[in-house]
């Protein structure tokens, strides 16, 4: 029968708060440039500019149609390369975070720009209609009257994508960057008390995405009370 041994996790506290401060640091970056240039997608596929329309379904349907593992490969590959040409860096520079927050950035924006996309056509035309007979122009009206109600019906679906990408960084173990996860494979395997580590490690994801799905029920109430 296996003996469970813990005696590896105090020690390894440190290391896995370094982790953890990684997978917080994709998750909050991948959310701010995902909501932004999500926003922008929305607004592209709901213009009567066919160009502009096309290029944002286009690239909606191939992030979604993408595994993210592969996007993070992509971007593995890819990036280091190109930021090392573009700013001349020398070769080996270590940029697999920054490639991380890129892939993720970019692949859940294509997620954001559908949440949005749904808030902002859950907005009754009539206001839109409304800013035009006030002289505001297209973006005024978006900016100053569609978006914020828009952004107010979608804040429970907004927080709820974040949780599931704050779950989805443990796939950059695909660069060997030690986030949370990575951590904790990291130190089970060189202790050679990896079912303890991954237990802790599944443990702590359960409670901190628990709380967090608490607290969005709680706005989701707040927001659209029954």
């Not at 009567?48 to 909606?60: D, E, Q």
């Amino acid at each position: 029968m296996y003996e469970f041994d813990w005696s590896s996790i105090p020690g390894a506290l440190p290391f896995l708060w370094d982790g953890m401060k990684i997978s917080l640091e994709i998750t909050l970056t991948a959310v701010v440039i995902g909501i932004v240039w999500g926003t922008l997608l929305a607004m592209m596929r709901l213009s009567s500019l066919k160009p502009l329309a096309l290029f944002a379904a286009g690239y909606v349907n191939l992030f979604r149609a993408v595994p993210l593992v592969m996007v993070l490969l992509w971007f593995f590959l890819i990036v280091p390369k190109f930021i090392e040409q573009l700013f001349g860096l020398p070769p080996g520079t270590d940029l697999r975070l920054t490639s991380a927050m890129i892939g993720f950035a970019l692949f859940e924006s294509a997620y954001y720009s559908e949440i949005i996309r749904a808030g902002i056509q859950s907005v009754p035309k009539g206001q839109m209609a409304a800013c035009s007979a006030l002289g505001m122009t297209y973006g005024q009206a978006m900016r100053l009257v569609i978006l914020p109600q828009a952004f107010r019906n979608m804040v429970p679906l907004l927080l709820t994508q974040a949780i599931i990408l704050f779950q989805d960084t443990s796939l950059v173990y695909v660069s060997a960057l030690a986030d949370f996860f990575g951590a904790a494979y990291k130190v089970g395997d060189r202790d050679g008390r990896l079912v303890e580590l991954l237990l802790f490690a599944g443990a702590v994801y359960f409670v901190i995405c628990f709380a967090a799905s608490t607290v969005v029920k709680r706005l989701q109430k707040k927001f659209h009370p029954a």
